[in-house]
């Protein structure tokens, strides 16, 4: 006799997609976030061209930070190059910087967290403890050293711009995976004492078949909700790092680099709000939206919850 633990589309709660649309947040976070990235996606055929409007200064003085108007709603910026179309460039490469980081970032702690946790022993405390050492440096310091180290190499190899990219989405991943090793490390040694781990076990099944047909599919769910985590702390550090000016070298502009600018062009004399005000706008909303959608996700996939918090 078998009997089937799966949950029935009809049961109580609804099956996984009639919740997933069902979540508020989960919509309300996609919708916000899909608008975002499409925007931000067809700005890039602009850049395409030679001497690009959206990295050159314009050549008309009398647009030089010109407030925002019917037809130029974001304004200028100080060289005059239109402000929405610098801030939604800035989102294509904000995003796309932070989505490779973490996904760097989740590869090196699901991996290493499996790894730890499943083997346990010798191993496991070695790399705990290597963790517990590279919390306690100060990841912008090394992802200064990384940068340091690579990208004059790499960028003698592929052009600078390509390089300055790569290296500093490389960074930000190899310093952000600590969080998600200790997540995935901990999920596993709780099912491991899990009864039906036991009766696998019991039953003689080897340790391949309990990992990847019992473990591994149980992982999923805390995996895709921190993996939703994780992408606005990459987008994060990566405005941080612009606006500290060890980010993405100009003209490229990202969220960061464009607040910084903003910050800058505030005085008390005359004040450029809109170059500041923008830029954060659109950095805040993406990662709330990305929360929401993460908040959701972890409602909906928990199974212990009886359902989704709509």
């Known amino acids: ?29 996609s919708v916000i976030l899909l608008a975002i990235i499409l925007a931000a996606l067809a700005t890039l055929p602009m850049t395409l061209g030679h001497r690009s409007s959206l990295y050159y200064n314009s050549q008309d003085a009398a647009h030089v930070r010109q407030r925002p108007c019917l037809t130029r709603p974001f304004g200028t910026d ?25 996904l760097i970032a989740i590869i090196l702690g699901v991996s290493i967290g499996l790894i730890a946790g499943y083997h346990g022993g010798w191993l496991d405390a070695l790399l705990m403890r290597s963790v517990d050492v590279l919390y306690g440096l100060p990841y912008i310091l090394l992802v200064i050293l990384f940068k340091m180290a690579f990208q004059e190499p790499l960028a003698r190899l592929i052009s600078p711009n390509a390089a300055n990219l790569i290296v500093l989405f490389s960074a930000i991943g190899l310093v952000s995976w600590l969080t998600m090793a200790r997540v995935v490390r901990g999920q596993v040694l709780s099912l491991r004492a ?17 990992f990847l047909r019992h473990i591994l599919p149980n992982l999923v769910g805390p995996v895709i909700v921190y993996a939703t985590l994780t992408i606005p702390q990459a987008i994060l550090q990566e405005s941080f790092l612009s606006f500290l000016g060890i980010g993405i070298q100009k003209p490229m502009p990202t969220w960061g680099d464009l607040a910084s600018d903003g910050l800058l062009a505030l005085n008390p004399l005359t004040a450029y709000w809109w170059m500041l005000l923008f830029p954060c706008t659109l950095l805040a909303v993406t990662l709330l939206s990305l929360n929401f959608l993460g908040d959701g996700l972890r409602d909906v996939l928990d199974p212990r919850q009886d359902a989704a918090k709509l």
Do not use: K, N, Y
């Not at 005059?80 to 796309?96: D, F, H, N, T």
């Not at 899990?194 to 078949?209: K, V, W």
């Open 1 to 29: 006799m078998t009997v089937d633990s799966s949950i029935p589309i009809d049961a109580p709660g609804g099956g996984l997609h009639t919740r997933l649309f069902a979540s508020r947040r989960i919509l309300l976070g």
């Open 78 to 102: 100080s060289l005059g190059r239109s402000l929405l179309g610098r801030c939604l460039l800035g989102g294509a490469i904000s995003l796309a910087v932070g989505t490779a980081a973490a």
């Open 194 to 210: 899990q009864p039906f781990i036991e009766a696998a076990r019991a039953a003689g099944l080897p340790q391949t078949r309990i």
